[in-house]
């Protein structure tokens, strides 16, 4: 058996215990006339997405020209389907089972018990039909920069049904759980607690009666320098953008006469952010409250409330900036929230750490397909490639052409094209990557997340 042999049996044998995580999405399908396994399908619409893909097109056009490449994973003994067939298949698979599935694979991927676990929704606009456009809510590991998981939103109910369902399939225990103020709830939070876990909870208008009662106390205590209650202070100074930003966290360590009036669930502190931002000649100033079954002083409190915003920063932005997300016209029954897992599952493997002793460990954990897709070295054929934030990976030079189209602000990428006789004679083994934006049929980018 020659090198190459070896290589592709390894590869093929890694692709299936990564596949094994979702065998159990059921397949509605009659076993008779199934051509396309499902297997085949995810990891299809998966190296798609990750090589640019937007559409049930992108993909279809993808899998046509890429077939001797996905081969190396999977049989694909009936080639693979059209734009129509993938997006019947995904609209019929069950989203729920899949969501499961996903959730199953990041708790074998992280490893590691999460710190901080951010919840936020996020509306796929142009999903919207003749039904509304699907909302999904997410778990996101604020530290690790992972997704942990997401369930759609039903057509007549809001996150405040949908938190609790992306609970239950959570491992949270020790972990501190951060919502916006759709989440405050006294359900949610004694779910929280009740799951072993602690919360922070950002209070605003929808819990009016202890909104004003907080509120009323801190304007009186500001007035008199927090001399009748307990309290810790830190400070923060910001420089970035164009703007200073100047954040006091306070925290009320004595809530016992706000938990006797309201009784919520657990609660141990409430949480003062004065914001000053000064841009240029103008200064806004702004209060947030939250409240805590923390117990933790002022220091380590505000960088736990200000690592909510990396949901915001480093998954929604990114789904929309680099995934086209808000673009994304998929609207048939489950696809959407589908298409929307498998955007997730391609985000998380983009921010696989690429050390030599992760890749160990992700083989040792079954994940040494991916580890293998980016980071394999032999000799010359790989190409490292720069990503946001000082991020770096590589990728099979066989798969790769470099696109001379760069911009400064683009997104680094990789990119996957047919022929790269020319990369390889213009710029060598070891060029450095910086490529945009757009996917065309003849280039496929898989973009690295900031």
């Known amino acids: 058996m020659t090198d190459s042999d070896r290589e592709h049996g390894e590869l093929f044998e890694e692709a ?29 619409c998966l190296l798609a997405v990750l090589s640019g893909a937007e559409t049930f097109t992108d993909i279809a056009n993808f899998g046509n020209r890429k077939l001797s490449f996905l081969r190396r994973f999977r049989p694909f003994a009936g080639g693979t389907p059209s734009h129509d067939h993938l997006g019947d298949i995904l609209a019929t698979l069950d989203a729920e089972a899949f969501q499961r599935c996903f959730v199953a ?98 209070l605003k208008g929808n819990q009016s009666a202890l909104r004003d009662d907080v509120s009323l106390f801190v304007t009186e205590q500001k007035a008199k320098q927090y001399a009748d209650t307990a309290i810790s202070r830190h400070e923060t100074v910001d420089g970035d953008h164009g703007r200073i930003e100047t954040r006091t966290t306070t925290v009320l360590h004595d809530v016992a006469w706000l938990q006797q009036r309201h009784k919520w669930p657990a609660l141990k502190s409430v949480v003062i952010i004065d914001s000053i931002r000064e841009i240029g000649s103008k200064t806004e100033r702004e209060t947030r409250l939250y409240i805590s079954s923390l117990k933790l002083p002022a220091d380590k409190l505000g960088p736990i409330v200000r690592s909510h915003w990396a949901i915001e920063n480093s998954l929604h932005w990114v789904l929309d900036m680099v995934f086209r997300d808000d673009e994304c016209r998929v609207r048939t029954e489950n696809a959407p929230a589908n298409f929307t897992t498998i955007k997730h ?87 450095r990557l910086h490529c945009p934006g757009s996917f065309t049929p003849d280039r496929y980018q898989s973009r690295m997340c900031r």
């Not at 990564?18 to 299809?44: A, N, S």
């Not at 954990?365 to 394999?376: E, K, M, P, W």
């Open 16 to 44: 299936g215990v990564f596949l094994g995580y979702f065998e159990d999405i059921p397949d509605g399908r009659q076993v008779g006339k199934v051509r396309y396994p499902l297997r085949e399908v995810l990891l299809l």
């Open 105 to 202: 694979w990041v708790a074998s991927l992280t490893g590691v018990a999460t710190e901080v676990i951010a919840i936020d929704g996020k509306t796929v606009r142009r999903s919207k039909g003749a039904k509304a456009a699907i909302h999904m809510v997410s778990a996101f590991a604020a530290r690790q920069r992972l997704v942990l998981g997401q369930v759609k939103v039903g057509e007549k109910a809001n996150e405040i049904v949908a938190i609790p369902h992306l609970l239950k399939v959570l491992a949270i225990e020790g972990a501190i759980v951060t919502i916006d103020a759709m989440g405050c709830q006294r359900a949610i939070a004694q779910q929280i607690v009740d799951q072993k876990a602690d919360y922070v909870l950002a």
């Open 345 to 431: 599952i391609a985000t998380n493997l983009l921010r696989l750490p690429t050390t030599r002793d992760s890749h160990v460990r992700f083989q040792e954990l079954g994940h040494g397909f991916f580890a293998s897709l980016f980071q394999r070295r032999r000799g010359t054929n790989m190409l490292p490639i720069a990503g946001r934030g000082g991020i770096e990976t590589t990728v099979d030079q066989q798969f790769i052409c470099i696109d001379h189209t760069t911009q400064p602000s683009a997104p680094s990428a990789l990119m996957l094209a047919e022929d790269t006789s020319a990369s390889r004679h213009r710029h060598g083994p070891k060029a």
